[in-house]
């Protein structure tokens, strides 16, 4: 099946500092969307980009949808312990189901104070 | 207001008992979906329902059973589960479902914890 590839795995940082994660495929996206997910809850949408080379911006959060429409990533610039949890990239296919999102396997942020 | 409101949040269930997860959504959202997500993994998708009709069932089996009343309630209802089914099971919703249409936000519930005794 179709893949997204999601790095890095886990990360640990300490507060203040700035944190980029990315998702990459071999396929066309035509939507990315990011979620953060606590642990016991569900993922919460923060970023949600429609057209290719689109920046976008939620607070500290910038996300940016690839000009080749294969990528994405997300920033966050100063990092505080509250934005500790797994941040997910989710895709969804040019022509495919708008259904079916194709998930990264997420990325596991840790923030020391 | 982006909420999608599940319940119970937790469930404990025997493998020969009957129940039924809840969901609810009031953005007037056409499209609402199941997903199974077991620890440290993503969301799998297990069915998709537009306009109240089951549009997608990802090859799951008979013994989860969804369903749609109206436009703002989504059922899930469990029958002779296994131990391996037990999982966060989470519902979401978006504007609309519509195979190959352009991009569309999913809003995800909080999720119920299922686990199967």
């Known amino acids: 099946g179709q893949q997204l590839n999601q790095s890095p795995q886990s990360m640990f940082i300490q507060e203040g500092e700035d944190v980029s994660m990315n998702c990459t495929s071999s396929?066309?996206?035509?939507?990315w969307l990011w979620y953060k997910q606590d642990p016991g809850e569900g993922p919460v949408l923060l970023i949600a980009l429609y057209k290719a080379g689109e920046l976008t911006s939620n607070g500290r959060l910038t996300a940016q949808f690839g000009i080749t429409r294969k990528d994405s990533f997300l920033n966050i610039s100063a990092s505080i312990p509250s934005d500790v949890g797994i941040y997910f990239c989710?895709?969804?296919?040019?022509?495919?189901?708008?259904?079916?999102?194709?998930f990264g396997k997420g990325t596991k942020l840790s923030v020391k104070p | 207001d982006t909420e999608v409101t599940q319940t119970p949040k937790h469930l404990v269930m025997g493998m020969t008992n009957k129940k039924s997860l809840k969901c609810e959504q009031h953005?007037?959202?056409?499209?609402m979906y199941w997903y199974k997500q077991k620890a440290k993994k993503p969301p799998e998708l297990m069915f998709v329902y537009s306009y109240e009709k089951l549009s997608i069932n990802e090859s799951v089996p008979s013994r989860f059973s969804p369903e749609c009343p109206n436009s703002s309630l989504l059922n899930l209802h469990l029958h002779a589960l296994q131990p391996e089914d037990s999982a966060l099971y989470l519902c979401?919703?978006?504007?609309?479902?519509?195979?190959?249409?352009?991009?569309?936000?999913?809003?995800f519930g909080e999720g119920s914890w299922l686990t199967v005794v």
């Open positions: 953005m007037g959202h056409r499209a």
């Open positions: 396929s066309i996206f035509n939507t």
């Open positions: 989710a895709g969804q296919l040019k022509g495919g189901s708008q259904g079916n999102l194709i």
């Open positions: 979401a919703s978006s504007q609309r479902w519509a195979e190959g249409a352009s991009g569309n936000t999913i809003y």
